[in-house]
């Protein structure tokens, strides 16, 4: 039997946040970021329905991913964002970012000795502090251009923030990009494609948007602008089955450490998903579910595999009903946001460590 753990995955809802998306950058080309197995909803049926929908590039975060896509049967462009391995970079025809010469000169072998030529595209460290080049990188740039076989056909940076709340430094990070851009321009080099735009650069700095934009959590649903507007729709709906329900007295103490003790007889439902899930131990008496269309408490630790919900105000629930965790159910709803706030994280690493565990359904 199964046991009720679910990610529902409502592709409609990645056509309709891309059309937002499109909609707010005037239908700039977008790099539609798929990494984490797309954010924990599956990277082989949302890339699939991207391309569908027009998406003419992917990113990813590793080589293995790109693989993935590949064997899936996708065949448009993968940007490979951190760890170009340079024998299945020419394999399966994925595109590298390189953020270092010495990766640009094992490439520019490996391409030679195929006799090809590969598209590449060059970061720059405008201030993430992760990877990129950094120092001199028009010098740099203007040295990779020239190897045998490296085709530079963009070049990127990212944002040190992934809510963009201090856009002094972001329009720092942009006037830093844009001079190497103009640079580089200046010095003759075609480069198509100069991109920096995330989420929240997408919403909130259109002066960053350049050649393309690289739209991840917006896909599914979630804006990392918090003084947002925008009509995206979540993807992801999460339910959990409540296994048992269990009538006790006031007074009884409730999973591990007792930190929740009845106060009235009460009716508590044990539901059949925990930690191991990707259901925080920080919602430990510290989370909503829905059940029946109201909202419920959880009641005492999370576990490895159960938590407990407070039933008692709900009438006529019985075991095997459904319990929301992120989703909508009558005039309920609870979102990755709520529950990152909750959780003091973001809704990306709710997203990811749910939508990894669950097992998917896709409408
Ligand atoms: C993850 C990532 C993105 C997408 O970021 P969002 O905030 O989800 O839009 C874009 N570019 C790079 C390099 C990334 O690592």
């Given at each position: 039997?199964?046991?009720?753990?679910?990610?529902?995955?409502?592709?409609?809802?990645?056509?309709?946040?891309?059309?937002?998306?499109?909609?707010?950058?005037?239908?700039?080309?977008?790099?539609?970021?798929?990494?984490?197995?797309?954010?924990?909803?599956?990277?082989?049926?949302?890339?699939?329905?991207?391309?569908?929908?027009?998406v003419?590039?992917?990113?990813?975060?590793?080589?293995?991913?790109?693989?993935?896509?590949?064997?899936?049967?996708?065949?448009?462009?993968?940007?490979?964002?951190?760890?170009p391995?340079?024998?299945?970079?020419f394999?399966?025809?994925?595109?590298?970012?390189?953020?270092?010469?010495?990766?640009?000169?094992?490439?520019?072998?490996?391409?030679?000795?195929?006799?090809?030529?590969?598209?590449?595209?060059i970061?720059?460290?405008?201030?993430?502090?992760?990877?990129?080049?950094?120092?001199?990188?028009?010098?740099?740039?203007?040295?990779?251009?020239?190897?045998?076989?490296?085709?530079?056909?963009?070049?990127?940076?990212?944002?040190?923030?992934?809510?963009?709340?201090?856009?002094?430094?972001?329009?720092?990070?942009?006037?830093?990009?844009?001079?190497?851009?103009?640079?580089?321009?200046?010095?003759?080099?075609?480069?198509?494609?100069?991109?920096?735009?995330?989420?929240?650069?997408?919403?909130?700095?259109?002066?960053?948007?350049?050649?393309?934009?690289?739209?991840?959590?917006?896909?599914?649903?979630?804006?990392?602008?918090l003084?947002s507007?925008?009509?995206?729709?979540?993807?992801?709906?999460?339910?959990?089955?409540?296994?048992a329900?269990?009538?006790?007295?006031?007074?009884?103490?409730?999973?591990?450490?007792?930190?929740?003790?009845?106060?009235?007889?009460?009716?508590?439902?044990?539901?059949a998903?925990g930690?191991?899930?990707?259901?925080?131990?920080?919602?430990?008496?510290?989370?909503?579910?829905?059940?029946?269309?109201?909202?419920?408490?959880?009641v005492?630790?999370?576990?490895m595999?159960?938590?407990?919900?407070?039933?008692?105000?709900?009438?006529?629930?019985?075991?095997?009903?459904?319990?929301?965790?992120?989703?909508?159910?009558?005039?309920e709803?609870?979102?990755?946001?709520?529950?990152?706030?909750?959780?003091?994280?973001?809704?990306?690493?709710?997203?990811?460590?749910?939508?990894?565990?669950?097992?998917?359904?896709?409408?």
């Amino acid at each position: 039997m199964n046991r009720g753990f679910t990610a529902e995955i409502y592709l409609n809802a990645i056509s309709h946040n891309l059309k937002v998306i499109k909609d707010i950058s005037r239908n700039l080309p977008v790099i539609a970021v798929v990494k984490a197995d797309a954010y924990g909803h599956g990277a082989v049926k949302i890339s699939g329905r991207l391309i569908n929908d027009g998406v003419e590039y992917l990113a990813v975060a590793f080589t293995e991913e790109a693989k993935e896509l590949r064997d899936a049967g996708i065949n448009i462009p993968i940007l490979v964002l951190f760890d170009p391995d340079a024998e299945d970079i020419f394999k399966y025809s994925l595109v590298p970012v390189i953020s270092d010469k010495k990766t640009a000169v094992v490439l520019s072998k490996e391409a030679e000795r195929r006799n090809t030529a590969l598209n590449v595209h060059i970061k720059i460290d405008t201030g993430m502090g992760r990877l990129g080049l950094t120092g001199d990188p028009v010098k740099e740039i203007l040295e990779i251009a020239g190897m045998k076989g490296i085709n530079i056909e963009g070049v990127m940076s990212h944002f040190s923030e992934a809510d963009i709340k201090d856009e002094s430094f972001a329009r720092m990070q942009i006037a830093s990009f844009n001079s190497v851009r103009k640079e580089l321009l200046q010095k003759g080099l075609n480069i198509r494609l100069f991109h920096i735009a995330n989420s929240a650069a997408v919403e909130a700095l259109p002066e960053s948007h350049f050649d393309a934009i690289r739209p991840g959590i917006m896909l599914y649903g979630y804006s990392p602008v918090l003084t947002s507007n925008s009509q995206l729709i979540p993807v992801m709906t999460v339910k959990a089955k409540i296994s048992a329900l269990r009538r006790l007295p006031a007074g009884a103490p409730i999973s591990y450490g007792r930190t929740f003790v009845t106060k009235r007889e009460s009716l508590i439902g044990v539901m059949a998903a925990g930690y191991a899930d990707g259901l925080s131990r920080r919602f430990s008496n510290n989370a909503e579910v829905i059940v029946r269309g109201r909202r419920v408490s959880v009641v005492g630790r999370v576990c490895m595999d159960l938590t407990m919900i407070d039933l008692t105000d709900i009438e006529h629930v019985e075991e095997g009903d459904e319990a929301v965790i992120i989703g909508r159910q009558g005039n309920e709803s609870i979102d990755a946001a709520e529950l990152a706030r909750r959780a003091d994280t973001i809704p990306y690493e709710i997203l990811t460590s749910i939508g990894y565990r669950a097992k998917k359904v896709y409408y």
